[in-house]
């Protein structure tokens, strides 16, 4: 009884949330056209998967058209925004930026919300080129094992979708993605997405999406191309659909209590052009906020925001080991003993019994002079860990191993020749090794991955990567 009192409570706290936004966005975000008065919509429309539709589907020829109209544009008013360069550099990063909210990409703990505000204006500015009101950006699911190909249509060269900025066995269909690239198990069984660890945390969906950027190489993995790529809005499209998806299982646990989160604004541009702001707390609702929701995701519980009552910001402390020199990553596997002394790891055991806490290898000031184009699978684990065909670079190294933290990549953060060269923190949840290691002497071991053609991976490193800085870190989850 007292159950149902709460949630109808809760109800009622969004419904008024809900009221409040759709008045406040209403100066920025409703338009005159009713065609496009996406808020009027009384139910939401359906975000599909790019498997089941064909070059002939209307969402296919829609995008087409419609992209067609933006690059036109482009070239004829390049201040006007929503041209597709000027959309493409509100992710990427030129200096100076010559326009509002170029730029302004957030790979921090705004990963989500920006993203999600990023891809929802696009739509609706894709819906109005097209004059298809009801367009849906489909998504790229490349977490199903039978979708690690770059999407048949975008590989066509005839087609508006291809771009020649990928590497070039993902586009010719020949390679794909690998185990390690596509594994979200790790990040949605954890209960907060903590990107507030700073730039490129791969603790969560933002690792994963970072080593598919890598793995689709060339434009693709550079910050500041990206967004030019028509394959990017499925890309991201797919990682929002995981946030939802990671919402659905654990709801009431994005930083809604976190004021800094809450308070931040971020500024983009509806179909007409006009500037808007808008905050975390708008979007996090995608069904009654935003009118859309996921094929195949049930839409999580309306969740009140901001929410200092029942979510705390988690805290994170230093733990007292100092790590031995790392070889630069390379070709050649990295696997080095951790000399932990035994009463620590004793400690760490004890630690990860603790549900409320996390262990994290964190890594810093990781630095390249160009996009190294492959990842680096991470192992903590005995001697064994990984298997000797893994450590030799034949075989792609398997997620499901307890001894996989992760993996080490570079995205817009560390590379010296492209922008914005930005501090790399990356940071790997250890309590699953640790646990599976008990008290075994521990090793640290990096072995470099490529995609995959057929059965076997293909390694270029164009690039080694030197790391700043190891620690270990605590984080602490509090609930009010
Ligand atoms: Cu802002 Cu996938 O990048």
């Known amino acids: 009884m007292r159950h149902r009192a709460q949630s109808t409570l809760k109800r009622r706290v969004n419904r008024r949330r809900f009221l409040k936004l759709t008045g406040a966005t209403a100066v920025a975000a409703v ?216 919402r659905s299982k654990h709801g009431g646990s994005d930083p809604t209590g976190d004021a800094s989160w809450t308070g931040q604004t971020f500024t983009f541009f509806d179909e007409n052009g006009k500037q808007l702001t808008m905050t975390g707390c708008d979007v996090l609702n995608t069904a009654t906020q935003l009118k859309y929701q996921y094929e195949g995701v049930s839409n999580p519980l309306a969740e009140p925001c901001p929410n200092t009552v029942h979510v705390v910001p988690p805290t994170f402390a230093p733990f007292p080991f100092t790590f031995p020199p790392i070889p630069p990553l390379a070709a050649q596997p990295v696997h080095i003993p951790l000399p932990i002394p035994p009463e620590l790891q004793r400690q760490l055991l004890n630690i990860v019994a603790d549900p409320t806490k996390t262990v994290y290898l964190q890594l810093a000031d990781l630095t390249a002079d160009v996009q190294p184009g492959v990842t680096w699978a991470t192992f903590v684990g005995p001697q064994s860990a990984p298997r000797p065909a893994v450590l030799s670079g034949k075989v792609p190294a398997d997620p499901q191993s307890p001894f996989y933290v992760g993996s080490v990549y570079l995205f817009g953060h560390g590379i010296k020749n492209e922008l914005p060269n930005m501090p790399t923190l990356l940071s790997f949840p250890l309590n699953r090794a640790l646990a599976a290691s008990s008290d075994r002497p521990l090793y640290l071991t990096f072995v470099a991955q490529g995609i995959v053609v057929g059965d076997a991976m293909v390694t270029q490193v164009n690039a080694n990567v030197k790391i700043g800085k190891a620690s270990i870190v605590v984080r602490t989850l509090k609930r009010g």
């Open 31 to 246: 338009v005159s056209e009713p065609l496009f008065a996406i808020e009027a919509l009384a139910a939401p429309l359906t975000r599909h998967n790019i498997s089941g539709l064909t070059a002939s589907s209307k969402i296919i020829k829609s995008y087409e058209k419609a992209i067609g109209v933006m690059q036109a544009l482009s070239i004829s008013n390049p201040s006007d925004p929503t041209g597709w360069i000027y959309q493409a550099e509100i992710h990427g990063c030129p200096q100076p930026p010559a326009h509002t909210a170029w730029g302004t990409c957030q790979h921090n703990q705004f990963f989500w919300a920006w993203h999600r505000m990023y891809l929802y204006w696009f739509e609706r500015i894709i819906r109005k080129k097209s004059g298809d009101a009801d367009w849906t950006l489909p998504f790229w699911a490349w977490d199903t094992p039978s979708e690690r190909h770059i999407p048949p249509l975008f590989r066509d060269p005839t087609s508006k979708l291809f771009s020649s900025d990928r590497v070039d066995k993902m586009n010719d269909g020949t390679g794909h993605l690998g185990a390690t690239d596509t594994d979200v198990s790790g990040a949605l069984s954890d209960t907060y997405f903590t990107s507030t660890m700073g730039g490129g945390a791969n603790d969560d969906i933002q690792g994963p999406h970072g080593y598919v950027h890598v793995k689709v190489g060339k434009g693709f993995a550079d910050f500041s191309k990206t967004a030019k790529d028509p394959l990017f809005w499925l890309h991201h499209c797919n990682v929002d659909r995981l946030w939802q998806v990671w």
